[in-house]
């Protein structure tokens, strides 16, 4: 009985719905948890970094190459779609505040484990996401700056939080390598990672609540885009990877970094800089990627 207490609460799909459902059920607590959000996010971004650290250690080849298809899959491919699909079919001004930080945003932290675990090419999906992670530092305010109304943003502020939560992850985790502190908290890095983007999903959820349930037909071109991000443009990278006799395991890291952004952080630089309205759409593509990761597991097990 304990240990399917102890899976259940380890199950990826199981913390989220219940996050969900917790939003839409109980959402008076969101107003203390969005304050919590930032936090989070650096905690979450500090492991991420710590388990990258851990798997680059002893790599003796130049990671340039990697680091830049990391970038190109990420912001070139998946960004481009993000942004070019939500020009045809957002029209809601917030809402397409919260596409264009999403597409800002570099590769969910997720890609390195799930590479690893579905048999692809770990080093180049770790390599991928860190390229990506240092280049956001540069993309998220040109990215905002050039396709956001300078007038109703802080570009500074986006600057300051985007490097913050980026930067700070960065020096805490050479910290942590100094003192040895990763290889005690290693096991239960994956329960704490999922647990705080369930208290980001819950806060995203229960701040729109009204919306959700009282006008669910806004949020269809949200999670169209989100199903062709994910599930249509896997199959075409993967298709195209195939054409050009790319190896499956480094074909299988190229679909993840791009089909996969870090959701988390764009709900919570949208919360921060703009509205609750603006950080919706990241929350519809964090449901969407528990159903496409899923999908993709089913996939790696019965191919």
Not at 8 to 16: A, G, Q, Y
Not at 195 to 224: D, K, M
Not at 265 to 290: H, N, R, T, W, Y
């Amino acid at each position: 009985m304990v240990a399917k207490v102890r899976a259940l609460l380890h199950n990826r799909n199981f913390i989220l719905l219940s996050a969900i459902t917790a939003g839409l059920l109980f959402d008076h607590a969101a107003q203390w948890t969005r304050v919590l959000v930032l936090p989070t996010l650096t905690l979450i971004l500090t492991l991420a970094v710590a388990g990258f650290s851990g798997k680059v250690h002893g790599y003796r080849r130049s990671p340039l190459v990697p680091a830049l298809v990391g970038v190109f899959m990420n912001y070139v491919i998946l960004g481009n779609f993000i942004v070019g699909s939500s020009a045809f079919l957002i029209h809601d001004e917030k809402l397409w505040i919260g596409f264009i930080i999403m597409a800002a945003v570099p590769p969910a932290v997720a890609v390195a484990p799930l590479a690893s675990s579905w048999g692809g090419n770990e080093i180049y999906a770790v390599m991928g996401a860190i390229g990506a992670y240092i280049g956001a530092l540069v993309i998220i305010p040109v990215i905002a700056s050039g396709l956001l109304d300078m007038h109703s943003i802080d570009i500074t502020k986006l600057f300051v939080i985007a490097t913050a939560l980026i930067a700070l992850p960065l020096i805490l985790c050479k910290i942590i390598a100094r003192k040895r502190s990763h290889e005690k908290i290693e096991h239960i890095e994956g329960i704490i990672i999922k647990w705080c983007y369930s208290l980001i999903l819950y806060t995203v959820v229960a701040l729109n609540r009204e919306t959700i349930i009282g006008q669910p037909s806004s949020l269809f071109p949200v999670a169209a885009i989100a199903l062709t991000s994910t599930f249509l443009l896997g199959f075409l990278i993967e298709w195209i990877g195939t054409l050009l006799r790319i190896s499956k395991d480094k074909l299988t890291s190229l679909c993840l970094l791009g089909t996969l952004k870090n959701y988390g952080l764009a709900a919570g630089l949208a919360l921060s800089l703009f509205s609750k309205e603006s950080a919706l759409p990241a929350a519809v593509f964090m449901i969407i990627m528990m159903i496409y990761i899923a999908w993709l597991d089913f996939k790696m097990r019965w191919a």
